[in-house]
């Protein structure tokens, strides 16, 4: 079989009927591995005695290996040897489209580094419908990785970060992925890092097969903060999965980025500061006692605060930095788009 599907569990007793669904519909389709390194319940012994003759099931477990879920992805990828490979959640479900189509696609398409197709929710008791379907972000499937790479630094930086979310769930071509990275906080947002990192190496292909997602309270990214607010974000993150494409291209990348999302958040200020003056102007006309026009102000000036806090400067302060750096680096020619950048900011 061409694919391998790593489904990790962990405390999964509540999602064993899941996962034993998933695996009667595609293991005559793919290589399945189901691993649990705690073994902290019965759900793999539960799921081995049932599928005890099933020969195309790999069963792994309690072993040592990096604690949390990004340890335990990691080394399912790095034991599977096929063409493809995929991570699948214990708690979500596919059917044998998802693999045919994907490996079809992959085969068409030689650029690509992985494929998926829309996400829906399913709606059952203890979960949540989000309101949506996440499609395919059009513009992952461009074949210059530069326009590619801003479109997955703009999602990163400013836009919804589920189009990157979404491409964890698809089907890889292995010798063109990267392990999940392992320097964020708590593990937390690492499949948007991860899926920035895989754009610099190959375009994200779309098909109509469906994946179908539970989303419920207790689920592990509920409890991640905003990742954009770490201070890590654009000084670790960001550049490290930029890494496998070229220095000069990754440093316009970068600096582009920023000066767009220090230009969309001025812009916000500007807008309730505007309203803020608004408001004053109304609240100085009016003898309607029951407006509380100071109450406003004041949450107006607040969000305004937010709007200058320590993240959205330490950007330009990073660049700073780099901009130093450059300098002693690289030709007078190179940097100059970067020191056309650090100079608009001196003037605010």
């Known amino acids: ?16 009927e899941v996962v034993a669904g998933n695996i009667e519909r595609l293991s005559q389709i793919a290589s399945i591995v189901v691993s649990d390194a705690t073994e902290s319940d019965d759900a793999l012994k539960f799921l081995k005695t049932r599928f005890a003759d099933t020969k195309s099931i790999t069963w792994l477990r309690k072993r040592k290996i990096r604690p949390g879920w990004v340890g335990h992805c990691n080394d399912l990828l790095n034991r599977a040897s096929s063409e493809f490979f995929m991570w699948l959640p214990q708690d979500d479900e596919i059917g044998p489209e998802w693999i ?45 990785v530069r326009t590619r790479m801003y479109s997955g630094l703009v999602t990163c930086l400013l836009e919804d970060t589920s189009r990157l979310g979404a491409a964890f769930r698809g089907v890889q071509r292995r010798n063109k992925s990267v392990p999940l990275p392992t320097n964020s906080h708590k593990d937390e947002w690492v499949d948007i890092f ?61 600096t582009e980025s920023w000066e767009i999302e220090r230009s969309r958040w001025l812009a916000e200020k500007q807008s ?72 608009r900011f001196r003037k605010h």
């Not at 068409?108 to 709606?123: F, Q, R």
């Not at 100071?294 to 930095?321: D, M």
């Open 1 to 16: 079989m061409r694919t391998t599907i790593g489904i990790p569990l962990h405390e999964a007793w509540r999602w064993r």
């Open 100 to 144: 045919s189509q994907a490996e079809a696609k992959l085969d068409e398409e030689p650029n690509a580094v992985l494929v998926h197709g829309p996400i829906e929710s399913i709606i059952e008791e203890g979960t949540y419908d989000i309101g949506r379907v996440l499609e395919p972000y059009p513009m992952f499937t461009q074949r210059d």
């Open 194 to 254: 991860w899926a920035l990192r895989m754009l610099g190496r190959g375009t994200f292909e779309t098909m109509s097969a469906v994946y179908r997602k539970r989303w419920y309270q207790e689920s592990t990214h509920r409890t991640w903060g905003d990742a954009r607010l770490y201070s890590a974000f654009r000084t670790v993150m960001i550049p490290d999965a930029l890494v496998d494409i070229d220095a000069d291209t990754r440093e316009s990348l970068i």
């Open 272 to 343: 309730l500061e505007a309203e803020r003056d608004r408001w004053n102007s109304e609240a100085s006309s009016t003898e309607d006692p029951q407006l509380n026009w100071q109450e406003r102000e004041n949450e107006l000036y607040q969000e305004i605060e937010r709007l200058k806090s320590e993240a959205h400067y330490q950007a330009v302060a990073e660049i700073e930095k780099m901009r130093a750096a450059f300098e002693q680096s690289r030709s007078w020619k190179v940097t100059a788009p970067l020191r056309a950048v650090t100079s």
